[in-house]
């Protein structure tokens, strides 16, 4: 394979032993699957406190999203995966910004908006 | 082969600056990463889109009333198993397997194809139930978030025929070989961006 100037970095999705990859596709299934299988049980039990549960199918999505990233993209921490890393690591940074910032901002507004009685109310 | 630099332990021996430009398979590679992030920062937009919301539902039917728990399992079933598949494929297209790679990949061209007619059952049955895009922001947000997922599974799909095709016409080609590898990075961030939305969209539903 032309895949292999050692210390240029990596493109994801190669593994640097070829021989290994059919089985980390394997293993990733199971784990995928018992996750997968795991959240969907969560959410249709009564055993869990559902309170807990945003929690819970949270932790298994992003758990999910790890074996995903390592035996399907095989995304490492080797030497030669910094720059996939690296950029990785800002995507998920600007997405985490995105998301939660969105949620904070929102839920202020709707704390401070005044009510629609009330609107009408000053309006009379 | 790379057996022979790491067994004369040249990897750190050589500066970066000396080694020269890095092989068209590596930048392309990490090009296409680029993109799939930045195709995730867009989908992190809808996500959040969605979560905000949510709960807008405007009098009309909640998720939790609408989304079919069972459905959603084995459209996930499906996207999983056509994610190794296209795993197994991208083996095959390394070591230029032809016969493995057409079957490999014609597997995930089915299950694809079945994840996305299960998704497009439940998007005509919801309009069909007068729950379409139009009836609530929820209902808009979910529309948006998921149609967009959905969108990409489909040009994903005509981007894999297009590779069976260019592979019947040029065969294993080092270009071919390089496209093929960023059609199965595609198809596994999506399967990654599929989880978020069965478990923000699917399972949060309430």
Same mark, same amino acid.
């Given at each position: 394979?032309?895949?292999?100037?050692?210390?240029?970095?990596?493109?994801?999705?190669?593994?640097?032993?070829?021989?290994?990859?059919?089985?980390?596709?394997?293993?990733?299934?199971?784990?995928?699957?018992? @996750?997968?299988?795991?959240? %969907?049980?969560?959410?249709? $039990?009564? !055993? /869990?406190?559902?309170?807990? +549960?945003? *929690?819970?199918?949270?932790?298994?999505?992003?758990?999910?999203?790890?074996?995903?990233?390592?035996?399907?993209?095989?995304?490492?921490?080797?030497?030669?995966?910094?720059?996939? @890393?690296?950029?990785?690591? %800002?995507?998920?940074?600007? $997405?985490? !910004? /995105?998301?939660?910032?969105? +949620?904070? *901002?929102?839920?202020?507004?709707?704390?401070?908006?005044?009510?629609?009685?009330?609107?009408?109310?000053?309006?009379? | 082969?790379?057996?022979?630099?790491?067994?004369?332990?040249?990897?750190?021996?050589?500066?970066?600056?000396?080694?020269?430009?890095?092989?068209?398979?590596?930048?392309?590679?990490?090009?296409?990463?680029?993109?799939?992030?930045?195709?995730?920062?867009?989908?992190?937009?809808?996500?959040?889109?969605?979560?905000?919301?949510?709960?807008?539902?405007?009098?009309?039917?909640?998720?939790?009333?609408?989304?079919?728990?069972?459905?959603?399992?084995?459209?996930?079933?499906?996207?999983?198993?056509?994610?190794?598949?296209?795993?197994?494929?991208?083996?095959?297209?390394?070591?230029?397997?032809?016969?493995?790679?057409?079957?490999?990949?014609?597997?995930?061209?089915?299950?694809?194809?079945?994840?996305?007619?299960?998704?497009?059952?439940?998007?005509?049955?919801?309009?069909?139930?007068?729950?379409?895009?139009?009836?609530?922001?929820?209902?808009?947000?979910?529309?948006?978030?998921?149609?967009?997922?959905?969108?990409?599974?489909?040009?994903?799909?005509?981007?894999?025929?297009?590779?069976?095709?260019?592979?019947?016409?040029?065969?294993?080609?080092?270009?071919?070989?390089?496209?093929?590898?960023?059609?199965?990075?595609?198809?596994?961030?999506?399967?990654?961006?599929?989880?978020?939305?069965?478990?923000?969209?699917?399972?949060?539903?309430?």
């Amino acid at each position: 394979m032309q895949s292999s100037a050692p210390a240029q970095g990596h493109a994801p999705g190669v593994a640097t032993r070829t021989g290994h990859l059919g089985r980390s596709y394997l293993i990733g299934l199971g784990f995928a699957l018992v @996750l997968t299988v795991a959240s %969907f049980w969560a959410s249709s $039990t009564p !055993l /869990v406190y559902p309170r807990a +549960l945003p *929690i819970l199918i949270a932790v298994l999505a992003v758990a999910q999203m790890g074996v995903h990233v390592s035996f399907f993209l095989h995304i490492s921490s080797a030497p030669d995966q910094t720059n996939n @890393l690296l950029a990785l690591a %800002f995507g998920v940074f600007i $997405t985490a !910004l /995105v998301v939660f910032g969105s +949620l904070l *901002i929102m839920s202020n507004l709707n704390h401070n908006m005044v009510s629609m009685d009330q609107l009408m109310q000053m309006q009379r | 082969m790379s057996a022979t630099s790491e067994s004369l332990g040249l990897e750190g021996a050589i500066p970066l600056s000396y080694q020269g430009p890095a092989p068209t398979r590596v930048v392309a590679g990490f090009g296409f990463w680029l993109f799939l992030l930045s195709d995730i920062i867009l989908f992190s937009v809808l996500f959040a889109a969605y979560a905000v919301l949510s709960s807008a539902s405007a009098g009309g039917p909640t998720g939790a009333e609408l989304f079919d728990k069972r459905h959603v399992f084995l459209e996930t079933l499906c996207l999983l198993t056509s994610s190794v598949t296209c795993g197994f494929g991208s083996l095959a297209v390394a070591r230029t397997d032809g016969r493995a790679m057409f079957v490999w990949m014609v597997a995930t061209l089915v299950l694809g194809a079945t994840f996305l007619g299960m998704e497009v059952t439940e998007f005509s049955g919801m309009v069909a139930a007068g729950a379409g895009p139009s009836h609530s922001a929820f209902l808009s947000a979910f529309f948006a978030l998921v149609g967009t997922h959905g969108l990409h599974v489909g040009l994903g799909l005509v981007w894999l025929v297009i590779m069976l095709l260019q592979v019947k016409t040029f065969g294993f080609h080092p270009m071919v070989a390089r496209r093929f590898f960023c059609f199965g990075l595609f198809w596994h961030a999506l399967d990654i961006v599929w989880i978020g939305v069965f478990s923000i969209v699917y399972l949060g539903a309430h």
